[in-house]
């Protein structure tokens, strides 16, 4: 370990803030990548399934 | 053996080709010729721009003199970008694209020549009067050659580019800024060694390098330019 | 009746079937999804709490760990999109179409990433927020043709027509690439002083490069993560009408 307590782990020498604002853009990143397709792919099937039961309806 | 193409064969084919060059330049400078606000409006913008700066920063020569060599560029650069839209419009809409496309001429001299009839009616005036804006901007007289040299050199290369971009478009309503948008990342190097050229020139440095590059983009975009926007022509007509 | 060579193995041409990608890619989601998790939680850890600080930089360094991965994941997923555009052109495959697309705006992401952790990094090292440093302008050039190719896909309301026009203008772009870098890396050696360099370093020591190596190979099972549900949602939307997806939405 690099640090000798968790509040030197936080101040990082005086850099604090930007490697915890790096690392909270990238987390915040990695997040919306994941979570988009996977709230896109919800929405998809939501809409193919109403349109199926549309369909069933008007044959 | 028999010649599989005779030389007179082979002559009037290279002749046909020549004629199909010759056709459609001559074809749509007589059309641009027609619609003059098409060759001024490019004009006087690069010259309001270039009037922007100095009312915007700083009137000062020294100031004016540092950065003329960009703006000039960059407003050629932004003056060629809006005149694009129309390359292809005006045929697209009424039929002509799409004629071009079927018939069995080959499609790379066309738009060639269409690049270049749009080069001559907005590239060339804007290089000519670029040296206005120089005086305008305070440009010291050893960079006014450089100055036209680059923009002869660029502002074709600027047409090329912007064609694909025009092909891509072509079929959308508001083609407009996207073509703007997918076009300007392309224009950066242009702009980089245009400038630099003119720099170059007003502090006493040897251009040919510079000239040599931009050369070297021009004859690159001479020879893959109309390829992209051949195939951007058939996407966009067909889609 | 003799069979003709393949030129290309069969897996190739199998992917050609939007119902055959959509089931591999399912089947290889879990693996890469979970390797992307550890690689990505191990590596942060590593570069956060063991591995050392930069004796010039300090701790600031740490975002190295961050910044590279995402602009070589930023220029990786070009070359994808441009490949994978370059693959539906020829081949009409429209699976290709579907990858090539939703590289676009994963790729836009990690060039946005690439250029936050750089400017970040760079008030620290330089003190300023932004630097016009080859490498950077280079990322941000990068960053408009990912949004130039976003918004031809959403100009052109034909799909089909979007992927090739797409394709056309990711390839004109890819050609560009090293222009654009060569033009820039000129410019900025015109005018930055010398000393300024954001990761030029000399040979990295072990301590530093394998965590960094961790951190990348997270980054690219992330993005494989990523790309994979893009596809697989694309698919669903071009092919509903077909019978497979119909029969896939009937059962949940």
């Known amino acids: 370990m690099n640090f000798d307590s968790f509040s030197d782990f936080i101040a990082m020498g005086g850099h604090g803030f930007y490697v915890w604002l790096s690392y909270a853009i990238a987390l915040l990143i990695v997040v919306i990548n994941i979570v988009s397709p996977v709230l896109l792919k919800r929405k998809v099937f939501s809409d193919l399934a109403r349109r199926l039961r549309r369909e069933k309806k008007s044959s | 053996m028999e010649q599989i193409v005779t030389k007179e064969q082979s002559k009037s084919a290279d002749e046909s080709v020549l004629n199909l060059f010759w056709a459609v330049l001559k074809r749509d400078l007589m059309l641009a010729y027609r619609k003059k606000s098409d060759l001024f409006n490019p004009l006087i913008f690069f010259l309001m721009v270039a009037t922007l700066f100095p009312l915007g920063v700083s009137p000062e020569p020294d100031f004016l003199a540092e950065v003329a060599p960009g703006v000039v560029w960059v407003a050629a650069l932004l003056a060629t970008l809006l005149s694009m839209d129309s390359l292809f419009r005006s045929d697209f809409e009424d ?35 670029a040296p206005l804006l120089g005086v305008m901007l305070f440009l010291p007289a050893e960079g006014m050659s450089g100055l036209m040299m680059s923009l002869l050199l660029g502002t074709p290369t600027l047409s090329l580019i912007g064609a694909i971009g025009a092909a891509l478009t072509v079929g959308l309503r508001k083609g407009g800024v996207l073509i703007s948008l997918l076009v300007l990342p392309l224009y950066i190097p242009v702009l980089i060694f245009g400038t630099s050229a003119v720099q170059a020139a007003v502090t006493g440095l040897p251009l040919a390098g510079f000239f040599a590059l931009l050369g070297a983009m021009l004859a690159l975009g001479f020879v893959m330019a109309p390829l992209a926007i051949s195939a951007a022509l058939r996407i966009s007509v067909s889609g | 009746m003799s069979e003709k060579k393949k030129w290309l193995p069969r897996w190739f041409y199998q992917l050609a079937s939007p119902r055959w990608s959509y089931d591999i890619m399912g089947k290889l989601l879990p693996g890469f999804a979970l390797v992307a998790l550890i690689s990505l939680v191990v590596g942060t850890i590593w570069a956060l709490l063991y591995a050392p600080a930069d004796y010039q930089q300090g701790n600031s360094f740490r975002i190295i760990y961050i910044h590279v991965p995402s602009a070589i994941l930023a220029q990786s997923c070009y070359m994808l999109m441009a490949v994978a555009g370059a693959i539906g052109l020829i081949w009409k495959m429209k699976v290709a179409d579907m990858v090539a697309k939703s590289c676009a705006p994963i790729g836009a992401t990690m060039a946005i990433l690439a250029l936050a952790t750089g400017a970040i990094w760079g008030k620290p090292t330089w003190g300023s927020w932004w630097v016009w440093d080859a490498r950077l302008t280079s990322m941000l050039i990068l960053l408009f043709l990912y949004l130039g190719v976003v918004a031809l896909h959403s100009a052109i309301e034909s799909e089909a027509t979007a992927a090739q026009s797409a394709a056309v203008l990711a390839l004109v772009g890819l050609v560009n690439i090293p222009i654009i870098k060569y033009s820039v890396d000129w410019w900025n050696t015109l005018h930055q002083p010398a000393t300024f360099k954001l990761t030029e370093r000399p040979a990295m020591a072990p301590e530093m490069w394998m965590p960094l190596l961790v951190m990348v190979i997270g980054f690219y099972c992330f993005f494989a993560v990523s790309l994979m549900m893009r596809t697989r949602n694309e698919i669903l939307i071009r092919e509903r009408r077909s019978s497979w997806v119909k029969e896939l939405v009937g059962k949940q």
Not at chain 2, 100 to 129: D, E, R, Y
Request: glycine share 6%.
């Open chain 2, 95 to 129: 039929g002509t694209l799409e004629q071009t496309l079927l018939s069995p001429q080959p499609l790379f001299i066309v738009v060639l020549a269409k690049v270049l009839a749009h080069w001559m009616m907005s590239g060339l005036p804007l290089t000519l009067l």
